[in-house]
């Protein structure tokens, strides 16, 4: 007979996602359109999560864990927005790439906070270069996570292979689509 779980972590995930979108109405009630866009930025990036999640376990879906718009949305979002919004976006997208992907770790806290902490961050490197700010925080969030997590003793070789492929999908969103997507939000 298994034991029923204390903690039914699908619910704490949705309450979690419910509590995040409903700041995010919060904070952006003034603009549809910018209401619009966020929306298709939480879209494609359950998308992208979902597509990931499909993929055949062939051994090369660890090479796809890197792959993620959470950064590039998220930093896009706050430098757009603001910190506000750009930390609510941050803990919205990893919640809903945690969900598109069906799956929930023990780093789910961690990882929903340094988005947040980046989104909100962001915004105060505005006057910089979006590709250098993106590019920069990647580099930053990857750092802080590897650091963070080499305390509960995580596979060394999954954490090279998820920073080598988020750090070079971020870079090449920030510089192939960086500027573009800011200088149409702005």
Not at 112 to 128: C, E, P, R, T, V
């Amino acid at each position: 007979m298994k034991k029923k779980k204390s903690v039914n972590r699908k619910k704490i995930l949705r309450i979690v996602l419910l509590l995040l979108i409903l700041s995010l109405l919060i904070f952006t009630f003034n603009s549809v359109a910018r209401l619009v866009l966020l929306f298709m930025f939480i879209f494609v990036n359950l998308l992208l999560a979902l597509g990931k999640r499909l993929l055949p376990k062939f051994g090369i879906s660890k090479f796809f864990f890197g792959i993620e718009l959470v950064m590039f949305c998220t930093i896009i979002t706050s430098i757009a927005f603001g910190s506000q919004i750009g930390a609510i976006m941050g803990a919205l997208l990893m919640a809903i790439n945690y969900i598109g992907e069906r799956r929930f770790s023990q780093y789910f806290p961690i990882t929903l906070a340094l988005y947040a902490i980046m989104g909100y961050a962001a915004y105060f490197f505005k006057s910089y270069d979006i590709v250098l700010v993106g590019i920069g925080f990647t580099i930053a969030y990857n750092l802080l996570v590897t650091l963070i997590v080499s305390f509960f003793e995580a596979n060394k070789t999954t954490m090279i292979i998820f920073n080598i492929t988020n750090i070079l999908f971020n870079a090449f969103l920030f510089v192939s689509f960086g500027r573009i997507i800011l200088n149409l939000i702005i």
